[in-house]
């Protein structure tokens, strides 16, 4: 599959604006690096400017390990070192910068956290993309999204949206996928072997890239930031998630390839984003 000429091709006065400011709301006490794998994937995968949204006692130790050319936001947090409610007005603000926003990786399932996160997702009308604790604070919410919504649930977070067991979403993988997109106005990226991608608009896609190994802490992270870099760049929310789910299979693959199954780790995934993009 090749990639659109909107994302390979720019023009020579091209800025940074052009590509895209995408705004990640992750992290928590102990999960500050999925927070870290999203952007760092984001940038690798085309984002003019990559802003993180993240408990303050994080932006500190963050610091020394993020790349330079990620930015942060601190906000305020819970007694637990995760998201406060109190951040909404903060987030709210700083969204009218951003062109997309990315919800879920390493947010924790503090009840406040969750409630926050409902909160920026009913709230907040910008393109989402929502992941992880993000799908974990929606639970069993049953109503109709806004419509620039995307949703990455692996089976067990499906299970947990839908009510159905895990086995019956992977029986009907497909099924379950379209129906859902359908009943709730949301695009659906059903994670696990041939990731399914479906919207509210007959669109389908089953992707044929990756393998087992990327069956390791951190990969959907970094599947988030791709997709919300996409977005960024200018795709809809079908060939977004489309085309990143078929390069992040591909970066797995070509990573596979250089340290194994085995071996292989999210940030590996990251790495192989350049040599993916060049073969795509």
């Given at each position: ?29 102990g999960l500050s690096g999925a927070a870290v794998l999203c ?113 990455t649930p692996h089976p067990g977070e499906m299970s947990r ?120």
């Open positions: 599959m090749r990639l659109p000429t909107r994302l390979l091709r720019r023009k020579a006065d091209s800025h940074k604006g052009d590509f895209g400011h995408v705004f990640i709301l992750a992290g928590s006490a952007a760092k994937a984001a940038l690798r995968s085309g984002a003019g400017l990559v802003t993180l949204g993240i408990p303050v006692s994080l932006n500190k130790p963050l610091i020394k390990i993020k790349p330079p050319e990620i930015m942060t936001l601190p906000l305020p947090e819970t007694k637990e070192g995760s998201l406060n409610a109190a951040a909404f007005r903060k987030i709210k603000e700083f969204s009218r910068k951003a062109d997309i926003i990315a919800v879920g990786p390493g947010l924790s399932q503090n009840k406040t956290t969750r409630a926050l996160i409902r909160r920026v997702i009913s709230g907040i009308d910008k393109p989402m993309v929502i992941d992880a604790d993000g799908l974990n604070s929606l639970g069993k919410q049953r109503k109709q999204f806004r419509g620039n919504i995307i949703l949206l839908t009510g159905l067991p895990v086995p019956v979403i992977q029986k009907n993988r497909k099924k379950v996928a379209k129906e859902f997109a359908n009943e709730y106005n949301v695009e659906i990226v059903l994670k696990g072997k041939n990731t399914i991608v479906a919207d509210n608009k007959d669109n389908f896609y089953v992707n044929k890239t990756g393998n087992p190994g990327m069956a390791k802490a951190g990969s959907g992270d970094v599947l988030t930031g791709i997709i919300a870099a996409f977005l960024g760049q200018g795709l809809d929310l079908f060939q977004a998630a489309k085309y990143a789910v078929h390069l992040h299979g591909l970066a797995g693959d070509l990573a596979a390839k250089k340290k194994t199954q085995i071996s292989m780790t999210a940030s590996d995934i990251i790495d192989m984003l350049p040599e993916a993009i060049k073969k795509s």
